[in-house]
C-alpha cells in the first residue's frame, strides 16, 4: 500500500469548511484513497473514497489531482462535532479481507 | 441494534483473570476484524476472519484468543494479561465480495489490565 502524509494538525472555524490535505506521491493505479476519522476514544468511522474522479457524499467531499498524487478531504460546513483525527489511507482494493493500515492521521480542531 | 457492537464498552481485569469481549456485526458482512489502540499509537490489526476462517494473524501473544462462531459474531478471550495489554480493542467488519474495502467499527472497549 502506498504511504500516506498528512500535517499532524488543524485548526477550522465552526461554519467553515474545513480542508484536510494529504500526500500519496507513490500511489499506483489500482489503488484508491479512502478516508476515516475517529472521534475521541470512539471506532474510526468511514467517510468516502475515490480512485480518481471527485466524490461527494451526505459527510464530505473527496477532491484527487488529476496526477493523483495528492488528494483532500472537504467538510463543507465543518462543526464542533467533526472534531477528530482524519485518516488518509491508500490501498487496492480486494477480494479478499485485508487490513487497514492506520499511520498517524491530521487532528481537526472545530474551534467555536 | 445497527452497525457494529462491542461489549462490554469498558472492562477491568487483574492479570490472572479470564475475560471474553464480544463483538456483533449487523450489516450482513462476511468479514471480521480486531484490531488494538494504545494510547497515542495508531491502529494495530490483531486478526482477520473471512468466512469465518482466521486468515491473517498479526504475530499476536497466545494470551489473545479469537473465535468467530459465524458470520455475525466475533470474540477475543482473554487470559493472564499484562499491564501493557491495557489499549481500545476495536471490531470491524467490511463485505469483502463487493470488493470494497469500507471497514466499519464498532464503538470499542476500553481495556485495563491492573
Known amino acids: 500500500d502506498a504511504k500516506t502524509t498528512q500535517p499532524p494538525s488543524m485548526d477550522c472555524a465552526e461554519g467553515r469548511a474545513a480542508n484536510l490535505p494529504c500526500n500519496h506521491s507513490?500511489?499506483?493505479?489500482?489503488?484508491?484513497v479512502y478516508w476515516y476519522r475517529q472521534i475521541h476514544s470512539q471506532g474510526p468511522q468511514y467517510i468516502i473514497h475515490?480512485?480518481?474522479n471527485n466524490e461527494t457524499n451526505e459527510m464530505a467531499s473527496l477532491i484527487i489531482t488529476e496526477d493523483r498524487k495528492s488528494s483532500t478531504l472537504i467538510l463543507p460546513h465543518a462543526t464542533l462535532r467533526d472534531t477528530a483525527v482524519y485518516y488518509c489511507i491508500v490501498r487496492a482494493r480486494s477480494g479478499s479481507a485485508r487490513q487497514l493500515t492506520f499511520g498517524s492521521g491530521t487532528q481537526l480542531t472545530v474551534l467555536p | 441494534e445497527t452497525g457494529v457492537t462491542q461489549t462490554p464498552r469498558h472492562l477491568v481485569m487483574g492479570m490472572t483473570n479470564k475475560k471474553s469481549l464480544k463483538c456483533e456485526q449487523h450489516l450482513g458482512h462476511n468479514a471480521m476484524y480486531w484490531y488494538k489502540q494504545s494510547a497515542k499509537k495508531p491502529l494495530e490489526l490483531m486478526f482477520v476472519y473471512n468466512f469465518k476462517e482466521q486468515t491473517e494473524n498479526n504475530s499476536v501473544p497466545s494470551r489473545f484468543s479469537p473465535e468467530c462462531p459465524n458470520s455475525s459474531h466475533l470474540f477475543l478471550h482473554l487470559h493472564t494479561l499484562q499491564p501493557e495489554d491495557s489499549a481500545l480493542y476495536l471490531c470491524?467488519?467490511?463485505?469483502?465480495?463487493?470488493?470494497?474495502?469500507?471497514?466499519?467499527f464498532g464503538p470499542g472497549t476500553r481495556l485495563t489490565v491492573t
Open positions: 507513490t500511489i499506483s493505479g489500482n489503488e484508491y
Open positions: 470491524a467488519s467490511s463485505q469483502v465480495l463487493a470488493g470494497g474495502y469500507e471497514q466499519y
Open positions: 475515490g480512485l480518481k
